[in-house]
């Protein structure tokens, strides 16, 4: 019940946030009251449960939030191909993984928990970043190395935090971040706040042992934590098959159930952690394997071609793509179910269909100068301090001296 | 000293060779062509997989010629059951390898980048080093070789730039390694491979393309724990491994101009390390320069200052200097305020020089 409520907060607040600053079509869209009528809709295909009864596959939702899903999704999708251009301009140094072709975990998952829970991944963390309630500014100037970035520029691509929003950031070491997950599940359990942490990891890292001591950590103490397998099918050039024995990553937990779900459909996501969340609550650790893909290489020296076809990728963007999936949706649940609506626009009658397809694009044009004007601020953001190089590596005052390189002349106390 | 092609962040740099005078007088009869130094470690994987039916290469990624390309034709040329892929878990693959080299195979282990050593830390430091001492010579696992790219490349970050050396310097039982240069590196690793003991080889990745050398065609090694005097001088020792040489370099070219004849030291082999040829030379110059990119508490500087401090004391005519990484973990931004650079160099050779 509890868990219902939120959801309903968090969606009502996350439409109003959508719908503010769109054009006059969406404020006339929400005036057509159409916005938060519950309907339902199938999930792409069944989940499959390990050792678990798995939730239904008919979702509650409404146009708002499909909406939304696509909006944020569009959002992410373009704040990805800005990094990729920023990165192949020198803007960007060092190590950069994209997300685009997962958009669909980061907001459904999102959609279905609050920001007290905690959500814990790997490095590939911009788009978790931002359904966390980051900002584009404070992702881009990261991703520069700039000051008004969310770990002040010193973090860079893989390594977001935003500890107001439950978002522990950002690991460079595959699979450490999930032990972390699980201590972090304690201290939840322990304050019994209601409150669940999701573990993210990559199907490489499914094949770390520290998952396996994770996992046996968090049903020994029956945590309540999720561990979320985004299997996007290889780990840098490596297909699943060639790493693993069984890459049916929701049944590896053996003693802890698990959940095989379509991550292409936000909605499917959303109704797992959902259901993952009330689980774990009450029975302990639970696993969930995300099907999805990246578009992109691993980084940005990968041209993500050499160990699987073009077929294969656009195959994926044709039949799968999340974004795209959320478009037809939102299309064909009008024909579905609003097919008398009509609505006024512009002083034309306009089919509700088309006010959605006009929609849709207007949401992606809004969504590419959002971008497009964050990119530009990031910019403007100074690098930070050269003596930042020696904060927050012990806390401030606690006698920590630096040294010159001889370590003779030049000799301080850490600011 | 032969001539060599040096090209290093665009500047031609000559003197970074090698010397060892057998290998020179073999060389002179056999081929040579310049190669990089990721095709020089790829030359060595191939000899060692050619010359000894017994040896393996896997890691992640590998069979595919791994990130950096040095494992690139070995799975076509030598099949799919002597170099392979495996999954990204490097505590278990270390162990792994520990145990195919305790059955007298060898094992070449990569580890990607030298900053994932660390899952497999337990197995090298507790396993790998100790099975020789602990079983009493019944069991060793001397076949076992891991190969690991380490140090800065200019934008790498906290996880892609570290220099991990010191770490395993602390640990008898091993062999910690580094080649400066791709000829360097092809002998040093086969030397490695087949040293009857467990050995560490840290290769400088900001060097994988950027340093061309003439390297030898023919199977050769250098020697192990053997250091080389690569610039001659008399004013003051510098010592540095890997990378930092050519930065080191460039400092000798500096100091010249102002009259300073320094004598450059690789130590190649870190432990166990040279140290009659290190004391030599601070006999002679009376003053001791130690550089790396690791940060400067506790990086294996401190080690060589302290022995020399001790053998070499009533030689000495100015306190031993280091010029190392700073105490904070390797940073994004302002890599270069981080990095050990020349002119960081060159003021303390000055410095001491001057004492
Ligand atoms: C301990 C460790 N080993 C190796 C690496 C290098 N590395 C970074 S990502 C990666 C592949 C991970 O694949 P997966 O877990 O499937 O995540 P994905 O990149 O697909 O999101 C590897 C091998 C690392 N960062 N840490
Ligand atoms: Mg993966």
């Not at chain 1, 774990?280 to 990246?294: S, V």
């Not at chain 1, 999936?325 to 306009?350: G, N, P, W, Y």
């Not at chain 2, 070789?145 to 800065?152: D, E, M, S, V, W």
């Amino acid at each position: 019940m509890m868990a219902l409520n939120r959801l309903v907060s968090s969606s009502s607040s996350s439409s109003a946030a959508l719908l503010r600053p769109l054009s006059a079509l969406s404020r006339s869209l929400s005036a057509a009251a159409a916005a938060d009528a519950p309907i339902t809709v199938e999930t792409s295909v069944p989940f499959v449960g390990h050792n678990c009864e798995p939730p239904s596959r008919s979702v509650s939702t409404t146009p708002a939030e499909l909406l939304s899903f696509f909006r944020d999704m569009a959002q992410m999708r373009r704040m990805e191909i800005a990094a990729d251009s920023l990165y192949k301009s020198k803007l960007i140094r060092g190590f950069c993984h994209l997300y685009d072709g997962q958009e669909a975990v980061a907001v459904g998952m999102e959609s279905a928990i609050t920001k007290k829970d905690c959500i814990i991944t790997a490095y590939r963390d911009h788009c978790i970043f931002l359904g966390r309630g980051g900002t584009l500014v404070e992702a881009f100037s990261e991703l520069m190395g700039r000051r008004a970035g969310c770990s002040k520029g010193k973090g860079g691509s893989m390594h977001f935090y935003k500890k107001d929003g439950g978002f522990y950031g950002g690991h460079g070491i595959v699979g450490a971040q999930v032990p972390l997950g699980c201590g972090l599940a304690f201290g939840q359990k322990y304050v019994k706040d209601g409150t669940v942490t999701f573990a993210m990891y990559g199907d490489g890292a499914a094949n770390q042992g520290q998952l396996f001591e994770a996992l046996n950590m968090a049903a020994l103490w029956d945590l309540p934590a999720i561990l979320v397998c985004e299997n996007n099918h290889y780990g840098m050039g490596t297909a699943e098959w060639r790493a693993a024995k069984s890459p049916a990553y929701y049944k590896r937990g053996d003693y802890v159930p698990g959940l095989k779900v379509d991550g292409m459909d936000a909605l499917a996501v959303k109704q797992a952690c959902k259901f993952a969340k009330e689980y774990a609550l009450q029975n302990g650790p639970l696993i969930l394997e995300m099907d999805t893909y990246r578009y992109h290489g691993h980084s940005m020296s990968d041209p993500g071609s050499t160990y699987r076809t073009r077929d294969e990728i656009s195959g994926v963007r044709q039949e799968r793509d999340p974004i795209e999936r959320m478009r037809k949706l939102i299309l064909s649940h009008d024909v579905a179910t609003e097919k008398e609506l009509k609505f006024c626009s512009r002083e034309q009658e306009l089919h509700w269909s088309c006010v959605l397809w006009l929609f849709s694009h207007d949401i992606e044009k809004e969504v590419r100068k959002e971008v497009d004007e964050a990119v530009a601020e990031a910019k403007e953001s100074p690098m930070p301090d050269p003596s930042e190089l020696f904060t927050d590596v012990y806390v401030k005052g606690y006698g920590v001296e630096v040294f010159g390189a001889d370590r003779k002349e030049v000799r301080g106390v850490l600011p | 000293m032969t001539n060599l092609l040096w090209r290093f962040r665009g500047l031609a740099l000559r003197g970074l060779c090698t010397s060892s005078a057998a290998a020179a007088v073999e060389e002179s009869k056999k081929s040579k062509a310049a190669v990089n130094l990721f095709s020089a470690i790829n030359q060595a994987l191939h000899i060692a997989l050619e010359s000894d039916p017994r040896t393996y290469v896997f890691g992640e990624d590998v069979s595919f010629g791994g990130v950096f390309r040095c494992t690139t034709g070995l799975a076509d040329r030598f099949g799919k059951h002597r170099v392979f892929n495996t999954p990204l878990c490097e505590q278990g693959l270390v162990g792994f390898g520990i145990g195919l080299a305790a059955m007298g195979n060898r094992a070449i282990v990569e580890i990607q980048f030298a900053d994932y050593i660390y899952p497999a830390f337990d197995q090298i430091v507790n396993e790998a080093a100790k099975f020789r001492y602990r079983s009493g010579s019944q069991f060793n696992c001397g076949g076992l070789t891991i190969r690991a790219p380490y140090g800065a490349v200019g934008h790498g970050g906290h996880y892609h730039s570290q220099s991990p050396e010191a770490f395993f310097c602390h640990v008898p039982g091993l062999k910690v390694v580094i080649p400066r240069s791709p000829r360097e590196a092809k002998g040093l690793l086969l030397a490695c491979i087949r040293d009857p003991n467990p050995t560490v080889f840290f290769e400088p990745k900001w060097l994988y393309r950027l340093a061309v050398e003439e390297v030898p065609e023919h199977d050769y090694v250098l020697p192990l724990s053997q250091a080389e005097v690569i610039r001659q001088g008399t004013d003051i020792t510098l010592i540095a491994w890997g990378a930092q040489l050519a930065v080191m370099e460039q400092a000798c070219v500096e100091a010249e101009k102002d009259g300073i004849s320094c004598e450059l030291i690789d130590l190649k082999t870190l432990i166990p390390w040279d140290k009659e040829t290190v004391e030599a030379s601070v006999r002679k110059t009376g003053k001791l320069l130690v550089s790396h990119e690791a940060p400067i508490t506790g990086g294996f500087g401190a080690e060589i200052c302290a022995s020399i401090a001790e053998s070499c004391f009533l030689r000495l005519e100015a306190p031993v200097a280091r010029v190392c990484g700073l105490d904070t973990p390797f940073p994004l931004v302002y890599e270069p305020f981080y990095m050990p650079t020349k002119n960081k160099i060159l003021d303390t050779i000055k410095a001491t020089v001057n004492y």
